[in-house]
T-cell receptor, first 112, second 113 residues
Framework: QKEVEQDPGPLSVPEGAIVSLNCTYSNSAFQYFMWYRQYSRKGPELLMY????GNKEDGRFTAQVDKSSKYISLFIRDSQPSDSATYLCALNPHNAGNMLTFGGGTRLMVKP | DGGITQSPKYLFRKEGQNVTLSCEQNLNHDAMYWYRQDPGQGLRLIYY?????DFQKGDIAEGYSVSREKKESFPLTVTSAQKNPTAFYLC?????WGTGELFFGEGSRLTVL
């Protein structure tokens, strides 16, 4: 079993839809939870990060962490074609520097 | 503009050849990293360096080598000992410990013919 599981997709939605992207993990030591967005043939860029459980909102994006279920989510409201990308979750144990464990990524396609 | 520059963007190599991928950053970051990305497998850490003249093996270091002689530069050599070198290679840097904010370059795609 992988340490971090993420459905590879592709997930295809119409423009304007609410998108839900998810990761599950097995290591309870993870304390920092991140979402990176990666456009085709480009490097990932940090989209959101949260510490421990709870929600964090930034514009159309909401990151949610449920440590009791070992489940993290990224919601995208009013999705746009420019949101079409691969979304990678990344988890970091407390005080471990930047030794991230990445999920395999979910490819999202938003159709006009 | 501050950022990370990787070169070349695309590289073809014959079996048995060593190749070196360049990574330069002007963000004044202390830590630098090399990741390998294969379809559906996420990013796997090859090597990382927290300070000049020091580096550590990651999860998949076999067949790779690095150096960190300058703060700005962290080149990766893919040696002929690497059994399956065809992949997308990403360099990253960071300065914020414990939060996971890595800044990535645009990647180098290596294809072995």
């Amino acid at each position: 079993q992988k340490e971090v599981e993420q459905d590879p997709g592709p997930l295809s939605v119409p423009e304007g839809a609410i998108v839900s992207l998810n990761c599950t993990y097995s290591n309870s030591a993870f304390q920092y939870f991140m979402w990176y967005r990666q456009y085709s043939r480009k490097g990932p860029e940090l989209l959101m990060y949260t510490y421990s459980s709870g929600n964090k909102e930034d514009g159309r994006f909401t990151a949610q962490v449920d440590k009791s279920s070992k489940y993290i989510s990224l919601f995208i409201r009013d999705s746009q074609p420019s949101d079409s990308a691969t979304y990678l979750c990344a988890l970091n144990p407390h005080n471990a520097g930047n030794m991230l464990t990445f999920g395999g990524g979910t490819r999202l396609m938003v159709k006009p | 503009d501050g950022g990370i520059t990787q070169s070349p963007k695309y590289l073809f190599r014959k079996e048995g050849q060593n190749v070196t991928l360049s990574c330069e950053q002007n963000l004044n970051h202390d830590a630098m990293y090399w990741y390998r990305q294969d379809p559906g497998q996420g990013l796997r850490l090859i090597y990382y360096s927290q300070i000049v003249n020091d580096f550590q093996k990651g999860d998949i270091a076999e067949g790779y080598s690095v150096s960190r002689e300058k703060k700005e530069s962290f080149p990766l050599t893919v040696t002929s000992a690497q059994k399956n070198p065809t992949a997308f290679y990403l360099c990253a840097s960071s300065t914020a410990w414990g939060t996971g904010e890595l800044f990535f370059g645009e990647g180098s795609r290596l294809t072995v013919l």
